[in-house]
């Protein structure tokens, strides 16, 4: 098989497992089943990233995607109160007409403008894996910024003890 | 390069398997008779009182919160680290300092009693 048929079969396989669990999510009536579907197609999407070799995004995707949100999103299910587990995803079936109708317009968007623009991959895609350059940058020529994101973190940790604890007597 | 992701790939599918071939023989081997108390909850051989879907303390989500920024900062170490060797010293005083911005967060942490146990 050539490297080409390899690399589509890969990629609409890699898509499938993506939009499967997407759906399994979203359809799921066990809120932990769903979120555990959620992580899967988040993992999944990594696979895309890796297909696009983008592998510092595919690792950054499992990391964060992987790891962090369906843990919190589990921490959230914890947290609040319901009934049981069977029921715990509910379908709001009043509104199926109009999330049909903005998710059809919004691929009706993605898609013309998808089809009108011209995709000049040939030479962007480089050979050597791209965190060697991303390191080089970071730590040279953004230094700044990347600082910066240190202290963005550090707000955004310490907002969140305050927002947190703010019910909470001293 | 993507050749030597299919070792990925290759481990992803042993991992699948695995769990799925333990469930398969457990299933072949096992006796099929269903009775109440198997399909209770297993709380340390104890029979559970009450729901098994409870609300959790909101000290969890703030350990959960905490583990989030540190997942982050991962994310900065992770390019730091591969190219540590040719990066030099300049880049370690850098991330020295990016760490040491983080730990300010988790001293604000220990000092509101985040980690307490109440």
């Known amino acids: ?29 066990n809120l932990i089943h769903a979120a555990l579907f959620l992580a899967i197609s988040f993992v999944s999407v990594a696979g895309i990233y890796v297909l696009l070799h ?9 990391l964060i995607y992987g790891g962090a949100i369906p843990v919190l999103i589990a921490f959230g299910v914890m947290l609040t109160r319901t009934p049981g587990a069977a029921g715990s995803n509910p379908v709001n079936t009043k509104t199926y007409i109009w999330g049909l109708g903005i998710t059809g317009a919004l691929f009706a968007v993605i898609m013309l403008s998808l089809l ?14 791209s965190i060697e350059g991303l390191a080089r940058l970071m730590l040279g020529d953004f230094l700044i910024p990347f600082e910066f994101a240190a202290i963005l973190l550090l707000a955004a940790m310490i907002g969140a ?3 947190a604890r703010g019910g909470e007597a001293k | 390069m993507l050749k030597e992701y299919f070792g990925v790939l290759l481990f992803a599918g042993v991992a699948a398997i695995i769990p799925l071939a333990v469930f398969a023989v457990s299933y072949l081997l096992s006796t099929k008779k269903d009775t109440p108390e198997k399909g209770l909850a297993y709380e340390c051989g104890m029979d559970t009182r009450g729901e098994t879907w409870v609300q959790f303390k909101s000290g969890y989500f703030l350990y959960a919160l905490i583990f989030v920024v540190f997942d982050v900062e991962t994310v900065f170490l992770y390019p730091w680290a591969v190219k540590f060797g040719q990066l030099g010293l300049f880049a ?4 020295l300092i990016f760490i040491a911005i983080l730990l300010i967060g988790y001293w604000y942490a220990w000092k509101e009693q985040v980690f307490r146990w109440k």
């Open chain 1, 1 to 29: 098989m050539s490297n080409e048929a390899v690399y589509g079969i890969m990629f609409y396989l890699v898509s499938a497992v993506v939009l499967l669990s997407a759906v399994a999510a979203v359809t799921l009536r």
């Open chain 1, 54 to 62: 983008a592998d510092f995004l595919a690792a950054v995707q499992v």
């Open chain 1, 116 to 129: 009108k623009s011209k995709f000049a991959m040939q030479g962007l895609i480089s050979k050597e894996p």
């Open chain 1, 161 to 163: 003890i305050i927002l």
């Open chain 2, 92 to 95: 370690f005083v850098e991330m």
